[in-house]
C-alpha cells in the first residue's frame, strides 16, 4: 500500500534503483487508450480478469479477440476516475489522437472497438471531445506491486503540488494508472504531451522520485527536452534493449494522428539528422515556455571562420570524381585545339 514515507525496500532508496539500463523497455505501439475506473485502492491485482470488475474485463476480452483487426498496435490501460478531476467510470481516451469518449459501458464495448478502434471511425453513439494539454500518468497499482503501490501516490501528489504552484492545474492532468509492465522500474510515469511541432507522443520513465518531478514539468513539458537518464521509451517502433536515448535520436513529438510504424520511424529518423546539424534552432514548448538550441562552445571552435549552409547538397565522392574527369577532360581539348591555332 502507499506510504508518505516509502520504505527502503519498496520506496526510491531500494538497492535496485538505477541498476537496468532503462532504454528499450518499453514494446512497440502505436496508440495509447486509457479506461478511466474506480479508484487505484480497489483495484484487484489483475483488474482486467476480475469477475467483480466486468467492464476492463469485457474490454480486455475485446482487445485480444480483434487485436488482428486493428490497423495499429495498441494499448490498453486502467486508470483512475476522480469526478474531481472531471473523469468518470467508462471515460476513454484515446492518443496520440488526442480524443475523449464518455458513457462506455458493458452494453457498448462492442459498438466502440468497431467503430473507433477497427474502423477508425466516430463512435456512433458517443461524442468525441477533443482533449488539450498535458496528461501525465503514474503507475499506483499497488495491489499489482508493492514498488508501484509505495512509490507511485508520493509521486502523484508531487506532480500535483509542482503543477499547483507553476499555476498549471487547468493544463495538465496527473492520473494514478494500473500495471504498465516494468514494475522494478518504480516509479513509472508516461507523459502524453504536445511536442515543440504541436503533436502528440508519449514518453515512458521509470526509476522517477521527486527530485525528478521538477524537470518532467520544466523540461520534458515545458521545452519538450527528454530526460535522457530516467527514459524508457515512447509511442512508436520499440528500441533495442540497452540503446542509449542519446544513441536513439529522440525527438518529443514526432508522432501524428494515425501514421503507421514506418511513417513514425522516418520522422524519427529526420528529427536525428535536424540535430546533429550545427544550426541554431528554436521551439515553442505547449506551456509558452521558448527553448532555443545552439551550438556547443566545442562546435563553435570547429566551425569558427567557416559559413555553413544545410540547404547545399552533400557531394558523394563519386560526384566529385566524375566532376574531375569532365574538367580534365575540358582541358585537354583546350591544349589540343591552342596546338592546331599555333600549327595553322
Known amino acids: 500500500m502507499a506510504s508518505d514515507n516509502p520504505s527502503t525496500d519498496n520506496g526510491f532508496t531500494r538497492p535496485e534503483m538505477y541498476t537496468e539500463?532503462?532504454?528499450?523497455?518499453?514494446?512497440?505501439?502505436?496508440?495509447?487508450?486509457?479506461?478511466?475506473?474506480?479508484?487505484?485502492?480497489?483495484?484487484?491485482?489483475?483488474?482486467?480478469?476480475?469477475?467483480?470488475?466486468?467492464?476492463?474485463?469485457?474490454?480486455?476480452?475485446?482487445?485480444?479477440?480483434?487485436?488482428?483487426?486493428?490497423?495499429?498496435?495498441?494499448?490498453?490501460?486502467?486508470c483512475e476516475a476522480r469526478e474531481e478531476a472531471g473523469f468518470s467510470d467508462g471515460d476513454v481516451l484515446i492518443f496520440p489522437e488526442m480524443i475523449k469518449y464518455r458513457g462506455l459501458v458493458e452494453s457498448n464495448v462492442e459498438s466502440f472497438f468497431e467503430d473507433v478502434l477497427v474502423n477508425g471511425k466516430p463512435w456512433a453513439i458517443g461524442v468525441p471531445e477533443i482533449l488539450t494539454g498535458s496528461h501525465v500518468y503514474v503507475c499506483a497499482h499497488g495491489s499489482r506491486d508493492v514498488r508501484c503501490g509505495t512509490c507511485g501516490p508520493v509521486l502523484i501528489k508531487n506532480f500535483n503540488d509542482e503543477i499547483e504552484l507553476r499555476g498549471l492545474k487547468d493544463q495538465i492532468s496527473v492520473t494514478a494508472c494500473s500495471h504498465i509492465g516494468g514494475h522494478k522500474y518504480a516509479g513509472n510515469v508516461i507523459i502524453y504531451s504536445p511536442g515543440p511541432?504541436?503533436?502528440?507522443?508519449?514518453?515512458?520513465?521509470?526509476?522517477?522520485?521527486?527530485?525528478?518531478?521538477?524537470?518532467?514539468?520544466?523540461?520534458?513539458?515545458?521545452?519538450?527536452?527528454?530526460?535522457?537518464?530516467?527514459?524508457?521509451?515512447?509511442?512508436?517502433?520499440?528500441?533495442?534493449?540497452?540503446?542509449?536515448?542519446?544513441?536513439?535520436?529522440?525527438?518529443?513529438?514526432?508522432?501524428?494522428?494515425?501514421e503507421h510504424a514506418n511513417k513514425i520511424e522516418k520522422s524519427i529518423e529526420s528529427a536525428s539528422v535536424n540535430r546533429e546539424e550545427n544550426v541554431t534552432g528554436c521551439c515553442q514548448g505547449v506551456n509558452g515556455v521558448s527553448c532555443c538550441s545552439f551550438p556547443?562552445?566545442?562546435?563553435?571552435?570547429?566551425?569558427?571562420?567557416?559559413?555553413?549552409?544545410?540547404?547545399?547538397?552533400?557531394?558523394?565522392?563519386?560526384?566529385?570524381?566524375?566532376?574531375?574527369?569532365?574538367?580534365?577532360?575540358?582541358?585537354?581539348?583546350?591544349?589540343?585545339?591552342?596546338?592546331?591555332?599555333?600549327?595553322?
Open 21 to 78: 539500463n532503462l532504454a528499450g523497455t518499453v514494446d512497440a505501439y502505436d496508440r495509447h487508450v486509457f479506461l478511466y475506473y474506480k479508484n487505484h485502492l480497489s483495484w484487484p491485482p489483475r483488474v482486467e480478469a476480475s469477475d467483480d470488475d466486468p467492464l476492463p474485463k469485457l474490454v480486455a476480452a475485446s482487445m485480444k479477440a480483434r487485436k488482428n483487426d486493428f490497423t495499429f498496435k495498441t494499448k490498453i490501460t486502467v
Open 197 to 258: 511541432d504541436r503533436k502528440t507522443t508519449g514518453h515512458w520513465y521509470g526509476y522517477v522520485t521527486p527530485n525528478d518531478v521538477p524537470d518532467l514539468l520544466d523540461q520534458h513539458i515545458a521545452k519538450g527536452e527528454v530526460i535522457h537518464r530516467l527514459w524508457r521509451g515512447q509511442m512508436g517502433p520499440s528500441v533495442p534493449e540497452g540503446k542509449g536515448a542519446t544513441e536513439q535520436k529522440l525527438s518529443n513529438g514526432e508522432l501524428t494522428n494515425g
Open 296 to 344: 556547443s562552445p566545442a562546435q563553435n571552435n570547429k566551425t569558427k571562420g567557416s559559413k555553413i549552409c544545410k540547404n547545399w547538397p552533400t557531394l558523394k565522392e563519386s560526384d566529385v570524381l566524375t566532376a574531375v574527369g569532365v574538367l580534365g577532360a575540358v582541358a585537354a581539348v583546350a591544349v589540343v585545339y591552342k596546338l592546331y591555332r599555333r600549327s595553322g
